[in-house]
């Protein structure tokens, strides 16, 4: 079965979080296998100084929570993460105040090329 999420017509991705994404990588998580989910030039480069080399604009997506705030942020190319990991309005916040654990599930909604929603999935017992 095809995964490519725009040619099976899906409008969401599911995430599952492993322990690494809580603890490895600073509670984040990696959409690699979804990249395609995104618009390619939302792909930045390791460090962001380096996008005057890309041959596009680097942009950014909104994301709206269920935490109650929105997270604007492109995907850093190499490890597939939200660049935007600050407390304040970051994916490091939004682990920490949904107190994300290994078995959840994160929830990413399509809304169009450059907004989506992302809510969280408790693992059941």
Request: aromatic share 12%; glycine share 4%.
């Amino acid at each position: 079965m095809n995964q490519n999420p725009f040619s099976m017509g899906y409008n969401h991705i599911e995430i599952p979080i492993t322990r690494q994404n809580l603890f490895i990588m600073q509670r984040q998580f990696s959409v690699k296998n979804h990249i395609d989910f995104f618009p390619f030039d939302v792909l930045g480069a390791m460090n962001p100084s380096n996008n005057v080399d890309k041959n596009y604009r680097v942009r950014t997506i909104i994301i709206h929570t269920d935490a109650g705030f929105d997270i604007e942020t492109d995907i850093v190319e190499k490890t597939f993460v939200f660049r935007n990991r600050s407390m304040n309005k970051g994916s490091t916040r939004y682990m920490s105040e949904k107190n994300v654990k290994p078995g959840d599930t994160i929830i990413i909604e399509k809304i169009d090329p450059y907004e989506y929603n992302m809510k969280l999935k408790r693992n059941e017992p």
